[in-house]
């Protein structure tokens, strides 16, 4: 029975150093355009700045950086965002209207 307990306190003092020593990895995102110069700002931080329209808007301000461009995994089209706006009352009014 005793070296049942030592047995799960040593494993629960392992499990509690390992969780520890894992380092969190952090990303943080501003802007809404399709189009993100993704940087890294070191000790695990990537910064995203989704300013940018087009991909060669991106290019240019990623010169000189050491960052890339990237898609914004956020981003939706205008008439994505209007279409998610419409509420179903809004929406079978449109529809009635074009008829």
Same mark, same amino acid.
């Given at each position: ?28 995102? &501003? ?22 329209? &087009? ?9 000189? &950086? ?26 079978? &009014? ?6």
């Amino acid at each position: 029975m005793m070296r049942l307990l030592r047995s799960m306190v040593a494993v629960v003092i392992v499990a509690v150093v390992l969780s520890m020593n894992a380092r969190a990895s952090h990303a943080y995102q &501003t802007g809404d355009s399709q189009w993100c110069l993704v940087t890294n700002k070191g000790a695990d931080s990537m910064q995203w700045e989704c300013e940018y329209d &087009t991909s060669n808007d991106c290019a240019t301000a990623v010169a000189g &950086t050491g960052g890339y461009c990237a898609i914004n995994p956020f981003w939706q089209s205008d008439n994505h965002r209007m279409r998610a706006e419409m509420t179903p009352a809004a929406s079978r &009014t449109s529809l009635d209207e074009s008829r």
